[in-house]
T-cell receptor
Framework: AQSVTQLDSQVPVFEEAPVELRCNYS??????LFWYVQYPNQGLQLLLK??????LVESINGFEAEFNKSQTSFHLRKPSVHISDTAEYFC?????????????FGSGTKLNVKP | NAGVTQTPKFQVLKTGQSMTLQCAQD?????MYWYRQDPGMGLRLIYY???????DKGEVPNGYNVSRLNKREFSLRLESAAPSQTSVYFC????????????FGPGTRLTVL
């Protein structure tokens, strides 16, 4: 069985400060990992994904995430946040035993960037 | 190219009423999904369809039925709505490629009184 745990339900941070949103997963098979962002009253949008290869992946808007197989983690980081980063962030996995067709989501982390 | 569209955007039902949520995608995607989103619980998969003509249960299928009408459309039906089904429902689609991600619709906010 798969599970995804996002340890922080809310993260308040001041503008231009660094932030880390934590994600841990549990799976007995190999997985692909994703971070999605959801702005108020909208659907989810892909932020970045890890499939294979380099364990550090980056998005176009300055976020990065590192896959750590031994700790089964995929934490999301940004060195300097902006007000516009205020949103809810979801970590997700899709396991190989579903042919990477079935997705499991964490409970979400609300990032609140204050001026 | 509209992506993934959902209708209606909002709906209020009384307990016991039935309704169908509609989803369509114009990206020629093979796989389609229905999720519900509840505060503090993230997204939970209700049903998915890996390809036209197939459907499979997700984590929370009880009280729901689905139809993959054709490659474009995937509907979710509540036969007898219950207050516990008050939620925001999202449809998503994906190509058949394992490495591809899902694309989400804007959601349907359903309230069951």
């Amino acid at each position: 069985a798969q599970s995804v745990t996002q340890l922080d339900s809310q993260v308040p941070v001041f503008e231009e400060a660094p932030v880390e949103l934590r994600c841990n997963y549990s799976s007995s098979v190999s997985v692909y990992l994703f971070w999605y962002v959801q702005y108020p009253n909208q659907g989810l949008q892909l932020l970045l994904k890890y499939l294979s290869g380099s364990t550090l992946v980056e998005s176009i808007n300055g976020f990065e995430a590192e896959f750590n197989k031994s700790q089964t983690s995929f934490h999301l980081r940004k060195p300097s946040v902006h007000i516009s980063d205020t949103a809810e962030y979801f970590c997700a996995v899709t396991p190989a035993d579903t042919h990477f067709n079935k997705f499991y989501f964490g409970s979400g982390t609300k990032l609140n960037v204050k001026p | 190219n509209a992506g993934v569209t959902q209708t209606p955007k909002f709906q209020v039902l009384k307990t016991g009423q039935s309704m169908t949520l509609q989803c369509a995608q114009d990206m020629n995607h093979n796989s389609m999904y229905w999720y519900r989103q509840d505060p503090g619980m993230g997204l939970r998969l209700i049903y998915y369809s890996a390809s036209e003509g197939t459907t499979d249960k997700g984590e929370v299928p009880n009280g729901y039925n689905v139809s993959r009408l054709n490659k474009r459309e995937f509907s979710l039906r509540l036969e007898s709505a219950a207050p516990s089904q008050t939620s925001v429902y999202f449809c998503a689609s994906k190509t058949g490629e394992a490495t591809d991600t899902q694309y989400f619709g804007p959601g349907t906010r359903l309230t069951v009184l």
